[in-house]
Nanobody, 123 residues
Framework: QVHLVESGGGLVQPGGSLRLSCAASGSTGSIVSMGWYRQAPGKQREVVATKTNGGITYYADSVEGRFTCSKDNAKNTVYLQMDSLKAEDTAVYYC?????????????????WGQGTQVTVSL
């Protein structure tokens, strides 16, 4: 079993930045990729970024060029640097991990996920 704990959410003004962190513990040797998905009220879950241990990265079109996903394999930690934030980025952000090969581009493709952290972009 893998346990994921997110941190770094909060309130930020449009155009601002936030950095999310997620530390994995437990059976971390089984993880082959980690990433983030989000869910806003009334909307479906959306994978925003995912990164394999080998460095292959996926970004949703909605965040490409604004968000950066990085991963410290030694620390079993994944980060999401979010710049140029927009009101439509407001959501609960979940850290997630996958134990099989291949990039997770849908939330269902992840095997583990955290409790989530709220990101609110507003004046």
């Amino acid at each position: 079993q893998v346990h994921l704990v997110e941190s770094g959410g909060g309130l930020v003004q449009p155009g601002g930045s936030l950095r999310l962190s997620c530390a994995a513990s437990g059976s971390t040797g089984s993880i082959v990729s980690m990433g983030w998905y989000r869910q806003a009220p009334g909307k479906q879950r959306e994978v925003v970024a995912t990164k394999t241990n080998g460095g292959i990265t996926y970004y949703a079109d909605s965040v490409e060029g604004r968000f950066t996903c990085s991963k410290d394999n030694a620390k079993n930690t994944v980060y999401l640097q979010m710049d140029s934030l927009k009101a439509e980025d407001t959501a609960v952000y979940y850290c997630a991990a996958r134990r099989t090969l291949g990039l997770a581009t849908t939330a269902k493709a992840f095997d583990y996920w955290g409790q989530g952290t709220q990101v609110t972009v507003s004046l």
